[in-house]
């Protein structure tokens, strides 16, 4: 699924310091998901708003690697529980 690859792809941007590039997807999947809301429980969707939360707050703090953490071991699980 594209989501997972554009998931996958802003950890390496973050790894290799594209922050940039990072920050572009991150945008673009953030809309991405948002379009996936619908029908989600609302304890989903407060899930997702913590994670996305903790993704910004490092992301303005330039903590990446907290940022890639939080895609790889949060996002990508909260993903495959709603969308399974």
Not at 27 to 32: D, I, K, M, P
Not at 33 to 56: C, D, H, R, Y
Not at 77 to 84: F, N, T, V
Request: without cysteine; proline residues 4%.
């Amino acid at each position: 699924m594209e989501l997972y690859e554009n998931i996958d792809a802003i950890e390496q941007h973050l790894f290799r310091y594209h922050i940039k590039d990072a920050s572009a997807l991150i945008a673009e999947t953030t809309g991405h998901i948002t379009g996936l809301l619908q029908g989600w429980p609302p304890s989903g969707i407060k899930e997702l708003q913590n994670v996305l939360g903790v993704m910004m707050s490092g992301m303005e703090n330039a903590d990446y690697l907290l940022v890639a953490d939080v895609l790889h071991f949060e996002l990508k699980p909260l993903l495959r529980r709603s969308l399974a």
